[in-house]
Every structure is written in C-alpha cells, then in structure tokens.
C-alpha cells in the first residue's frame, strides 16, 4: 500500500514529480511493493551552513526496499551539465547524511553496527523525458534514473533482503517526520460503567488525547 503525503496542488504543474509519482504507482500496481510512504518537500533540514531549509522532490520510504531520496528534473541534453549534476550531488548526499544521522539517534534499534542500519539509504536523480541514461560522473554516489524499468531496478537493488518488522517501519517513518518526540497519550482503563461520567480521570484523558490529536495535526499541516 503506497501513503502519499503529498499536496497535489503543489505538483499540478511538476510534470517529472508526477511522473515519478506515476511510475512508483504503476510499478506497485504490479509487483505490490508493500508498505511505502511517499512525501513530497518534506521534511526540511538544514542546510551545511545550518541557516538555510532544504528538502528534496520525492522521499520514498518503504518497509521492504529501504529509503529513496529523489531529486527529479525536466531532461535537457544541452542544460545537463556536469555541473549541475555536482550542485544536485550535492545537496542529495547532505540530506542523506542527516536521515542516517537522525536514524542512528533516534531509532538506534534499526542500528547494525555504528555506521550501518538495517535500511539502505540511496540518493537518485529523475530524468523526465529523458530517452538515454547519462553518463554518471565516477565520483557519484547517487544513481540516475530515466524510465520506469531502471525505477524498478533502483528499488530493488535497495532492499538489501532486510524487510523491517511493523515497529521497526512506524519507527521509521516516525524519525523521517520529526515526530518521534511526540507522546501518545496513556491509555485508561474504565473500571466500571460510572467512570463514563465526567470524572478528573476522564477529563484528563481527553484533554491527553486531544493534546496528541493536535500535534499529529500540526504535523499534518507541514505535510499538507
């Protein structure tokens, strides 16, 4: 099942983030890819110099194949310079760094050892119309991907054969959102038919969860 936390207003007019949207759908459709969460322009992270937000097109998180961090671009053979492809490097091999980072802090269970975790973390770049896969400079550490069948290629590749648990994937998601600090509320358990009344502990539940509500809310609202 793919969980798409993307504002489509956002992308109407985005024909290569449509795209790959698309084609992550199609390949779904077909080969059923299992729990994947996709988010477009979020989340934003600091930028190398700590002062500007960044973020990037399309993060894929999946519980089977890993995390994808998607960069996608309309195809121009006359405007794909090696330069851009170093300034988009570039800001692709940062953020990877900061979900690696966050993970490792954050859900170390998913840690293997100090600088490994049980999820493959891989950079890409889209290419929207592009018929022929350029030539990717040898100092890269990212792929490119021009077509659905490397798309494919791509998230398999990232599997590693480690599929996480259903706590290890909610873990997951919950760090790349920023909402793994956020407490759920304690659950309370009715004695007896009277303790529906408004009593202090039925009040302080509700205001608990509506508490949790509103922050699950919040984060929803930098998602939408």
């Known amino acids: 099942m793919i969980e798409k936390n993307i504002n489509e207003a ?98 170390p269970n998913l840690g293997i050892r100090s600088r490994r975790l049980k999820v493959e973390i891989q950079p890409a770049i889209y290419l929207h119309n592009c018929s022929q896969k350029p030539v990717v400079p040898e100092w890269s550490d990212f792929e490119i991907v021009p077509s659905e069948h490397e798309l494919k290629d791509l998230i398999y590749a990232n599997g590693g054969g480690n599929k996480l648990s259903d706590d290890e994937y909610k873990d997951l998601k919950a760090t790349i959102e920023g909402s793994k600090g956020i407490a759920k509320p304690t659950t309370r358990i009715l004695k007896n038919h ?6 202090k502990g039925a009040i302080l539940a509700r205001i608990e969860s509506d508490i949790y509500n509103f922050d699950l809310e919040q984060k929803r609202a930098a998602l939408f």
């Open 10 to 107: 956002l992308i109407k007019d985005k024909p290569s983030i449509k795209s790959l949207i698309a084609m992550i759908v199609s390949i779904d459709k077909n080969d059923s890819l299992g729990e994947v969460s996709l988010y477009h322009k979020f989340p934003l992270y600091l930028d190398e110099t700590g002062s500007k937000p960044i973020t990037t097109d399309i993060i894929f998180v999946s519980q089977n194949f890993g995390i994808l961090i998607f960069k996608c671009l309309e195809y121009s053979e006359r405007d794909f310079t090696q330069i851009d492809v170093a300034s988009e490097a570039k800001r692709l091999s940062h953020i990877d760094r900061v979900i690696f980072a966050k993970i490792l802090k954050d859900s």
């Open 194 to 199: 009277n303790d529906i009344q408004p009593t």
